[in-house]
């Protein structure tokens, strides 16, 4: 058994690097798998590669360099919980080819092994930069889940436009817009249908 999973992990590490990180440069998005001291381990940290225009405008960067900047966090319970949905969307990343990446493997149901980046396309970052934002605040661990199963649900398109109304339109409208999603997605805490809908959408 031991010696199966050495060869499981020196086929994934090697798998990652000759396949995977040489994406990484050129990927609109990275998940990040790290630790913060301050918080249990692992950490997961979406970010999203900043256009060379903003870059040159926002840090005055030269032209041409580019920016990963955060654009989610979790970690915690509210990470265990998610952690199918996080391996759903990210299972669904392809190469240029259109090939599977099965980054899901570095991403096991038990303890997580793996520390380092992982490339997104762009509705699996939007996908979880807006799981990341909504489940801030939110206790009931049942809502939690509950919407990111429903946010995985969405088409590309769905999950850029509700990032986009979460973040772009100013601190009081990004706060409102938050809090209307969390209801919308996730219901009202207590609420009973809460259970029956998410076991529906666990199968």
Known sequence: MTNQKATTDWDLERDFQQRIRPLLERASW???????????????????????????????????????????????????????????????????????????????????????????????????SLIFKLQERVKEMDRVELIAWRVARFSREEAAYWLTRVTQYGEAANRWALAGMRIMLGGQPGDPAILHMLEKLRR
């Open 30 to 128: 990275v998940l990040r798998v790290t630790e913060y001291k301050d918080k249990p381990v692992p950490v997961f940290v979406v970010k999203e590669r900043s256009s060379p225009e903003e870059d040159q405008q926002k840090n005055g960067k030269a032209v041409g360099k580019t920016v990963l900047r955060d654009r989610g966090l979790l970690y915690g319970q509210s990470l265990r919980r998610c952690l199918p949905v996080i391996r759903t969307i990210t299972g669904s990343v392809c190469d240029d080819a259109g090939i599977p990446l099965d980054l899901q493997r570095f991403l096991g149901n038990g303890r997580i092994a793996f520390r380092g980046n992982l490339p997104m396309d762009e509705e699996a970052g939007v996908k979880l």
